[in-house]
């Protein structure tokens, strides 16, 4: 069996192939590619075929990652503020996919008050990773994560809003963080976060 870099490379080449080619045999040719790199898709990570082969028919043009956002909010007593997912219960930091048209702060700064109900600040850019590094549950997309470190503005606001996307937020301490949604993030990728928001001399954490 192929692994998800390989077929996410099979996916690169069918996708250029259709973008670029001007001959309508390869076009078939790449189309067929594509199918057949969705159903080991759908293998790989326990979706339905017809579910991946649709998804991946709408991308256009070459193919890059997909960027995901995500913030690190952190109170007066160190504790991260974190937001309960609606699709698997379980907990991560306010975020979620780049916006065409919006900024990476824009995005930190609107997830968080979507999601959470409060107003912060992005301040600094504290890590860009590749999700396919990473022990994240298989996932259909190559991913760039983006963890932007935020400050409060103001009051802290009240709290959690109704939304489609989340059911809760609060704030944790790193020593007893709750379950995680560990295909948004890892529990040492929050811990790594905080320490890295605590201490701009680490710079900056990239893949």
Sequence with gaps: MPTLAQLRELQSIAQAGLTYTRDDYDRDRYARLLVLTGELLAEQTGQEAATVSGLLSVEQGYLTPKVDVRAVVLNAAGEVLLTRERA????????????????????????????????????????????????????????????????????????????????????????????????????????????????????????
């Design 88 to 207: 698997d219960g379980r907990w991560s930091l306010p975020g979620g996919w780049a916006d065409p048209g919006e900024s990476p702060r824009e995005i930190a700064v609107r997830e968080v008050r979507e999601e959470t109900g409060r107003e912060v600040r992005a301040v600094r850019l504290l890590a860009v990773l590749d999700k396919g590094k990473h022990p994240h549950p298989a996932d259909l997309w190559a991913v760039y994560k983006l963890f932007l470190y935020c400050d409060l503005v103001g009051t802290e606001g009240a709290g959690h809003v109704a939304n489609t996307e989340t059911t809760d937020s609060g704030w944790f301490p790193l020593d007893a963080l709750p379950p995680l949604s560990l295909g948004r993030n890892l529990p040492e990728q929050v811990r790594r976060a905080v320490a890295l928001a605590h201490d701009p001399a680490l710079g900056v954490d990239v893949d």
